[in-house]
């Protein structure tokens, strides 16, 4: 969602506008647990060895836990230091991400490090705020995702509940939604794009919203020039 997609992650953008040009297109980022245990015990000769057996299963499972943790964490991280190779070792080929698991925005491996480089022109992040569940095969967080866009544009930092799926120690996917009481302001997310847009037509001041490097320096530029601009 991405690395917000997105996310956030940043994480794809591929619609090119040009400031030089007479049209303006408004970027809306598409944006739209309780666990039951039953506990029995018995009261038997054997119970210290069954109690046994259970503390041995639970370790088992925290320690499946963890390690879950523990690699969508390295994801996370290779991610943020735009680390292709890591990234390629903790992905799978066919890994996507998609929004409320409809809509995708990366369609595989290949497209997530292709989107690296724009990622690391636009200082593209990820940070884990929570883990709120975790198991061998799924692991649930609320993410953060920010990059220099929203700082140029001044724009809050998006949140979202984020679930990755697991096998074998890969990444299968992920798939993101707002994180719960998120909210989206669609005509401010409107109207700070479009008064960056207006700027950079009015001084011919070219940029690209593709997911390229050379389109992610373009872009970094303008933003740069908008942000230290005399209002």
């Given at each position: 969602?991405?690395?917000r ?8 953008v ?8 007479n049209?303006s297109?408004?970027?809306n980022?598409?944006n ?6 039953t ?16 503390n041995?299963k639970n370790?088992s499972s925290?320690?499946r836990?963890?390690?879950?943790e ?9 991610r ?7 990234l390629?070792?903790?992905a799978?080929?066919?890994?996507t ?8 925005e990366?369609?595989?491996?290949a497209?997530l ?5 724009w990622?690391?022109?636009l200082?593209s992040?990820?940070t ?9 095969s799924?692991?649930?967080?609320i993410?953060e ?9 001044k ?8 679930t ?8 299968l996917k ?18 700070v794009?479009g008064d960056?847009?207006?700027y950079?037509?009015?001084n011919?001041?070219?940029f690209s919203?593709?997911?390229?490097k ?5 872009l ?7 942000a230290?601009?005399?209002?």
């Open positions: 969602m991405n690395f997609s997105i996310l956030i992650f940043v994480f794809s591929s619609l090119m506008v040009s400031c030089a040009e049209n297109e408004s970027k980022k598409t739209t647990e309780d666990t039951a245990k506990k029995s015990t018995t009261k038997t000769e054997s119970t210290p060895k069954t109690k046994d057996a259970s041995s370790e925290n320690s836990n963890e390690t879950s523990a690699l969508v964490a390295s994801f996370v991280e290779a943020n230091n735009y680390d292709l190779a890591t390629t070792s903790l799978v080929e066919d890994y991400e998609s929004f409320r698991n409809e809509i995708v990366v369609k595989n491996r497209e490090l292709r989107n690296l480089d990622a690391k022109e200082s992040k990820v884990i705020k929570e883990v709120i569940s975790a198991n061998e799924e692991v649930v967080v993410e995702g920010t990059n220099y866009i929203n700082v140029a544009l724009r809050k930092a998006r949140s979202f509940k984020t990755y799926f697991l096998k074998d120690g890969k990444v992920q798939s993101f939604d707002n994180a719960p009481g998120e909210v989206f302001d669609g005509k401010e997310n409107d109207r794009y960056f847009e207006r950079c037509k009015v011919n001041i070219q919203w593709r997911a390229t050379e389109d992610g320096k373009t970094r530029k303008a933003l740069e020039k908008y230290n601009r005399k209002e």
